[in-house]
Structures are given as structure tokens and as C-alpha cells.
């Protein structure tokens, strides 16, 4: 009989998107084929402690996304090693190997998971992983950086304005708001799920907007309010992605929320695929694939625009690590492009591979 895969799941962390990615992490665990893998759960908790679990007990209130959090008890920490050339999990309580690790499948929304800091550890350790690398995951999760590089490469983007939180100052305020006008929206730089946005209209909704992001990041974002329909694509691959349908997001909120995407289930209807043209399915694949190539993606990437009335489409951001409960629109838009849920869970593992195997052909000394 053929060895088993062994995949870690990996999910939770010291971020914002925290409980999203414990719903993650639940519905990929459910879907994965348990014929073709060995299965490890490892739970970051909010101390950032790596949490070794037994399987189908390792959630407490699994039903509520407000109360969902890691079971900690009877759980072992552990953390990631490199035992005999082997990627593996150490027992932090006795310094032995726990289990050998094939692939590491990355759930971990927000910071500290999708912005390049737990890549580089696996990196480190020569194993694969599903997703964007090192510089990719820094790219998407940096939002300001981001739309720069975007605007470089000449994918249109809307006009914003970044600020540091040691240098903003009430006349750079002033001339953003001249230049961008009311409504404005306000976000932490290197945050997702609609964690710390905030939709405003004039200055003293403003100046509370940005105490309110700057709780979450050192750099916030102020940008225009571009009206239009809000339409997501998923893509799929490493050096030749590929695109699905897209889909379209219709909040049922002043905008799309946290607490509409995850909380209030007629926060959103989802128009999966979205009622669109040939031509703008293929002029949004097409830049949906582009956006991911220039921001140095791999894996699996969401990427969402915005499509106004005058048919100009506009990049918002891209989303490295995206929401993946199976109501989510990442896998949601590959199943109406004909790819099953626990069928993208398995191509994401084997371009995992791929990924590692092809770093391994290079060159890692000169002579």
C-alpha cells in the first residue's frame, strides 16, 4: 500500500482573522480525503504557542464563529523542526520528534501567517507548503505595497493614501481628503477579513476610523470609495495559473463587513458565477491571473475587483491565504468551474509539492 501524504494543518495565530481561520481549518479538515493523507492539526493560539491536537478535538464552540476558539487542553506544544534532513514536529515537553511532516497546509489568515513570517520558518525548513512564498505573502498582506507595485505594472488600481503611524499629520490628512472626497475608506495596511475597516463621511467619523485602524497596524490606508459592483476571481497554480468564473459579492451592509462575511448570514448574497458578459469574464480573468504573476503569487490566490457602471474594472487587493469554509467564495467559484472542494484541496497539496520539488532542482552552492 502506498504511504500516506502526511499534511499538518495549520491554522489559528496571532491575528485579527484568528477565529476565520479556525472555520478554515474545520471545513478543510472535513473535505480532506483521509485515504490519501495522514492528517496533523496544529493550532497557533493568540500567544502564539504551536498546539498539537487530537483529531476531531481540537475546537471548542465549532458552531459559532464569535465564540470559536482553540481547545488547548490535552493538546501538546510543539513546534517545527528539522530531525535527520526531515521536516518534522519536536514535543517542546521532552525535545522528541512527534511526527514527520510532508506538507505543511497553510490556513492562517491574517498576520504572523500570510505575510510571510511563518513561510520563511518553513523555507527554513525545507518543506513543502500550500501558497504564495516568502515575498509573495509580504506583497498581498502589505496593502500599500501592494497598489504600488499593481499601479507599476499598469493594473488599475483606486486612487489612496498611506500613512505611518509616527508621521501622520492633520496636513497630509487634509490633502488626502481633498484629493480622494467623501466616503472614505480607512484600513489597517497588513490586515484581511474587513478586520478594522471602517466606511466614513466626514472628519470627525474619520478621525475616529484611523484610532480604530491603527489599533490593528502601525500603517493604515485612506482610499476612494469607487462605486461599482464588487466582483471576486479565484486563481489556481504556480508558474501557469489559471482563473475560474468569477463571482459577485452583493452586501446587504454598508459595505462588506466582517460581521457580513461572517456573522449575519444575510449579510451578503453571493452571486456565484456573477451575471457578466463573455467579454468581462475573460478582461477579469485575464487581469485576475496578471495581478497574481506581478505580486509574485503561488498556490491559490483571491483576487477582488471592483466593476463600475462605465465597465472600467479596478483591482482592490489580493488575498494569498483566502477564506476557506465551504461557503467561502474561493472555493465556492472553483466548484462552478468544475473543481470539487475536496478536488482543490488536492491540487493545492500537489502544487505544494511541485513547488518544493522544483526549488530543490536548483543550485545551493557555487564551485
Known amino acids: 500500500?502506498?504511504?500516506?501524504?502526511?499534511?499538518?494543518?495549520?491554522?489559528?495565530?496571532?491575528?485579527?482573522?484568528?477565529?476565520?481561520?479556525?472555520?478554515?481549518?474545520?471545513?478543510?479538515?472535513?473535505?480532506?480525503?483521509?485515504?490519501?493523507?495522514?492528517?496533523f492539526l496544529v493550532g497557533i493560539n493568540k500567544k502564539g504557542e504551536w498546539l498539537l491536537h487530537e483529531k476531531d478535538d481540537y475546537l471548542l464552540n465549532s458552531n459559532n464563529p464569535k465564540k470559536v476558539e482553540i481547545k488547548e487542553k490535552n493538546s501538546r506544544r510543539v513546534f517545527p523542526t528539522i530531525e535527520k534532513n526531515v521536516p518534522a514536529l519536536l514535543d517542546l515537553s521532552d525535545g522528541k520528534m512527534v511526527v514527520q511532516?510532508?506538507?505543511?497546509?497553510?490556513?492562517t489568515h491574517g498576520t504572523y501567517g500570510e505575510d510571510g513570517a511563518v513561510q520563511g520558518l518553513l523555507e527554513m525548513m525545507n518543506v513543502a507548503y500550500v501558497g504564495a512564498g516568502i515575498l509573495g505573502s509580504a506583497i498581498g498582506m502589505d496593502k500599500d505595497i501592494m497598489k504600488r507595485l499593481l499601479r507599476e505594472a499598469g493594473i488599475p488600481i483606486g486612487p489612496f493614501h498611506s500613512f505611518n503611524y509616527s508621521d501622520i499629520s492633520e496636513s497630509q490628512l487634509d490633502i488626502a481628503i481633498q484629493e480622494l472626497d467623501y466616503p472614505i475608506f480607512v484600513k489597517p495596511a497588513n490586515l484581511g477579513s474587513s478586520v478594522g475597516i471602517s466606511k466614513v463621511n466626514n472628519k470627525k467619523s474619520l478621525d475616529k476610523a484611523i484610532e480604530e485602524a491603527f489599533q490593528y497596524d502601525t500603517k493604515i490606508l485612506l482610499e476612494k470609495c469607487i462605486l461599482g459592483r464588487e466582483i471576486e476571481?479565484?486563481?489556481?497554480?504556480?508558474?501557469?495559473?489559471?482563473?475560474?468564473?468569477?463571482?459577485?459579492?452583493?452586501?446587504?451592509?454598508?459595505?462588506?463587513?466582517?460581521?457580513?462575511?461572517?456573522?449575519d448570514k444575510n449579510g451578503a448574497k453571493l452571486e456565484i458565477p456573477a451575471k457578466l458578459s463573455d467579454q468581462q469574464v475573460v478582461d477579469i480573468q485575464q487581469l485576475a491571473v496578471k495581478t497574481f504573476k506581478v505580486l509574485q503569487c503561488a498556490g491559490m490566490a483571491r483576487v477582488d475587483f471592483f466593476l463600475t457602471q462605465d465597465n472600467q474594472l479596478y483591482v482592490n487587493e489580493i488575498n494569498t491565504i483566502p477564506g476557506f469554509t465551504k461557503i467561502s467564495m474561493y472555493p465556492k467559484l472553483w466548484e462552478v468551474s468544475g473543481i470539487s472542494y475536496s478536488h482543490l484541496l488536492d491540487k493545492l497539496i500537489t502544487l505544494a509539492v511541485e513547488k518544493k520539488q522544483q526549488k530543490d532542482s536548483l543550485k545551493r552552492s557555487f564551485t
Do not use: Q, R, T
Open 1 to 39: 500500500m502506498k504511504n500516506k501524504l502526511k499534511v499538518c494543518l495549520l491554522f489559528g495565530g496571532k491575528s485579527g482573522e484568528h477565529e476565520v481561520s479556525l472555520m478554515s481549518a474545520k471545513s478543510v479538515f472535513e473535505a480532506l480525503n483521509k485515504d490519501s493523507y495522514e492528517i
Open 101 to 107: 511532516v510532508d506538507v505543511f497546509f497553510l490556513l
Open 233 to 263: 476571481c479565484s486563481v489556481l497554480g504556480n508558474d501557469a495559473p489559471k482563473a475560474s468564473l468569477p463571482g459577485e459579492v452583493i452586501p446587504s451592509h454598508d459595505f462588506y463587513s466582517y460581521e457580513a462575511k461572517y456573522i
